[in-house]
């Protein structure tokens, strides 16, 4: 079994011969690679703008780590620009000219996904500079987290305006989920037509929801988007990020592979969602930072525990810190290659 | 029954004529008469340091509000200011030294509890102000989360310093997590002798770490913590914030009251603690916001969720919000009082 298909087969629950695994982030700023890249772009958005650099930066883990899979590299924010919210990047993160009524939302147009032709093209370089050698996953922001960076108009602490929304003026809120919800299923197919090929919605945000408000304001939307999606044939991951009060809803969610953060372990987290899943996960990102002996045998504690399930992608619980070294990240992914090794296993 | 037991009583399991209600933050910037009160003191470091001001703001809202408990106006963080970190308090929130060594950390103290007699003068003229009306409740940070702010040096993100030395260099926080301890126990044990009739542990950030690391570095220190105040009598309060990850695990601690976030509700989370348990919770603060048929809909919910459990104090899910309209807070306090009425119930 090449690089090629360990990772797409781990999504399908197929037998592997040994667990792939690829990291969140990890084309990113702890890559000197990356740095010198982002200098020439000179800053962020225009590299995220610019496919010929956003390609050479989505390549540069895929040999240095030895990852399954290389991730497109752009930003979930970017759609909400297309959308008609203004966008920059500061010291103090992303900054977005904040919607609150439903009239701002109504303003919001649903963009062809020409309208990100940038992102669409760096799909097509990277799956041709990748040339099979291992898969290209396409992403978007899930349909909450994009609404609450909308309606903070930055990334959230306390999401007091996105909660007052929801409370006050659901109406608004579900105009707002709706749109984005149309604007990522197109932007994601889109993807898949130029070259990707498997899917991850991010919900980063999504741990600050209650079940009751994720039930309406989050899980309609989510099965919305991937049950659009699910006819592209390619394995669609839902990453949800500090949700484990959610595990017993996220369940029903038709997703192929369920992606969670490191603090429940993967087995305990099978049993909270029901029913045999594929699992990604669920390395704390810290980790990383620490001493290599730690790092193999936390690898080691993920693996066991990932044993009985349908299925297994290694991943860290949340993106790669920028002050991660390098050679920390390789020696993650030997570790997972060399412990995850199979023997006998279906080719 | 009077406002003066009840509270006592649901935490001890025993029957009541209605549920008792307390909001943490409920002394704070959303009341006019506090924002009046912390003018007079210029900063708040200097409110939390002069007796009768913070003995004023602790008792603002317990006549405003009607609330069933009393809870000592101060900072967590002033426990390790006393140990030998500077602190302050910017726009950017709390401001530490940090420490990062085993070095830094062997510098510091196990401080008296007389270092720190304001808060104790603080409790001793609550208790006499308060008259039995309703308890108070005395505080501290918890190990971990107390040990998060020593290591940062302010409010975490990613907690990147404190997680570091956990895999790093272990003895130093293990040397730093038992002088924390050692200072709170003295601590509380002190505002009890001034007068608080019960004690709650804030751990605000237990939530990052996963349930290893929650093993090593921060359950043994609240079993310590605990099982040194229990010989006290009072009811002991641990509040985990956004924690449902570590559930299975927090069955264990010997706290009278488990006090938990919005994000799972009460009965589901008493499955997974597993045994019966008096728990505290669990409104989303943001509900507050809102309208307040709302309010009444979801103190209605969370009622009804409570019903079995051993015991029910009624409270946020975290502290209220600077935004939060007092007649808001009014209308929830009323809200339980009248929907968790109880006919026939002991007094």
């Given amino acids: 079994m090449s690089r090629a298909s360990r990772f797409l087969r781990a999504c399908r629950g197929l037998p592997v011969d040994t667990t792939p695994v690829w990291f969140m982030r990890q084309a990113g700023r702890y890559l000197p690679e990356y740095q010198a890249t982002r200098a020439r772009a000179g800053d962020f958005l225009t590299l995220c703008k610019t496919p010929e650099l956003a390609c050479e930066v989505t390549l540069q883990p895929v040999d240095r780590l030895g990852v399954d899979a290389a991730i497109l590299f752009s930003d979930i924010l970017l759609p909400l620009e297309a959308m008609g919210l203004p ?11 904040p919607v609150r009524s439903e009239a701002d939302i109504a303003a919001l147009r649903v963009p062809d996904p020409e309208e990100l032709g940038f992102v ?9 500079a990748l040339a099979g050698q291992v898969p290209l996953i396409g992403f ?30 659901p109406a608004a809120a579900h105009l707002l989920l709706e749109r984005i919800s149309d604007t990522i299923v197109a932007l994601l197919r889109a993807q ?11 919900d980063s945000w999504i741990g600050v929801l ?36 959610l595990l017993p809803l996220l369940g029903r969610l038709p997703a192929d592979v ?3 953060d490191w603090r429940l372990p993967l087995d305990q987290a099978a049993a909270l969602l029901g029913g045999r899943r594929v699992l990604q996960g669920n390395l704390d990102p810290c980790v990383l ?9 936390r ?37 997972v290659h060399r412990l995850g090794a199979r023997t006998g296993a279906a080719t």
Avoid: W
């Fill in 87 to 97: 966008l920059s990047f500061t010291e103090q993160g992303p900054q977005l000219e």
């Fill in 120 to 128: 669409l093209e760096t799909v097509r370089l990277c799956a041709r």
């Fill in 140 to 169: 978007a922001g899930a349909p909450f987290t994009l609404l609450s960076y909308a309606v903070e108009g930055k990334t959230g602490k306390q999401f007091e305006h996105t909660k007052r929304m929801l409370l006050s003026c």
């Fill in 192 to 202: 898949v037509a130029a070259g990707a090929q498997a899917l991850q919605l991010f």
């Fill in 210 to 245: 209650g079940q009751e408000d994720y039930q309406v304001f989050a899980e309609p939307y989510l099965q919305r988007v991937l049950m659009a999606l699910r006819s592209l044939g390619v394995p669609l991951i839902y990453f949800a990020h500090h949700a484990a009060a």
């Fill in 258 to 260: 369920l992606a969670l």
């Fill in 289 to 297: 930072l620490g001493p290599v002996a730690e790092i193999e045998r």
């Fill in 299 to 335: 690898v080691r504690t993920i693996l066991d525990q990932a044993a009985g399930l349908a299925g297994h992608v290694f991943n860290l619980g949340h993106g790669v810190l920028p002050s991660t070294p390098p050679a920390h990240a390789q020696a993650a992914v030997e570790a």
